[in-house]
T-cell receptor, first 117, second 109 residues
């Protein structure tokens, strides 16, 4: 089945640090990748949608200068949390889909737990 | 606006059957997904319905009625490991996935 790898699983760092999270589709070409954030006991919140080779589409209220997304290839998207602060601490999850208009399910990475001290 | 409703929490007994309902109002419809999410983990895909009717997959079944904007996920022979949140999500006319808030299922021995 479709496999999505997300790295790192855990990040603990000081306030002001920038953190990069990678999301890779291992056995399929991911035309579209999605980045979610989830706070404890809350539902998934879509942050942005990225299509290979084009700029990401951010959801309302998500700062694009704060959360930089790069989808440079069909198998890799990265999310960089710039100058992270304690309020950015959360569970970040990526997912990937093979075709922009495909009705195939999104396949999720294992998530990255980010803790900013 | 777009809206997906599902119960916040349900409790069931090991070995029993439970039905988790989901109602939706979206701009267009290209299918409905059910995902399972254990605490602290990412969601995993369970089922996809785009036509009316029941799809069975082992102990799990999913039903869809497009005219009623309604789906349910049926879990049979409940096991303790089924304790998780179950997320209903609808693919709208723009192929954007609209997520429900999830139903936390608690299984008691």
């Amino acid at each position: 089945g479709a496999v999505v790898s997300q790295h790192p699983s855990w990040v603990i760092c000081k306030s002001g640090t920038s953190v990069k999270i990678e999301c890779r589709s291992l056995d399929f070409q991911a035309t579209t990748m999605f980045w979610y954030r989830q706070f404890p006991k809350q539902s998934l919140m879509l942050m942005a949608t990225s299509n290979e080779g084009s700029k990401a589409t951010y959801e309302q209220g998500v700062e694009k200068d704060k959360f930089l997304i790069n989808h440079a290839s069909l198998t890799l998207s990265t999310l960089t949390v710039t100058s992270a602060h304690p309020e950015d601490s959360s569970f970040y999850i990526c997912s990937a889909r093979g075709d922009r208009f495909d009705n195939q399910p999104q396949h999720f990475g294992d998530g990255t737990r980010l803790s900013i001290l | 606006g777009q809206n997906i409703d599902q119960p916040t929490e349900m409790t069931a007994t090991e070995g029993a059957i439970v039905q988790i309902n989901c109602t939706y109002q979206t701009s267009g419809f290209n299918g409905l997904f059910w995902y399972q999410q254990h605490a602290g983990e990412a969601p995993t895909f369970l089922s996809y319905n785009v036509l009316d009717g029941l799809e069975e997959k082992g102990r799990f079944s999913s039903f869809l009625s497009r005219s009623k904007g309604y789906s349910y996920l049926l879990l049979k022979e409940l096991q303790m490991k089924d304790s998780a949140s179950y997320l209903c999500a609808v693919l709208d006319s723009n192929y954007q996935l609209i997520w429900g808030a999830g139903t936390k299922l608690i299984i008691k021995p």
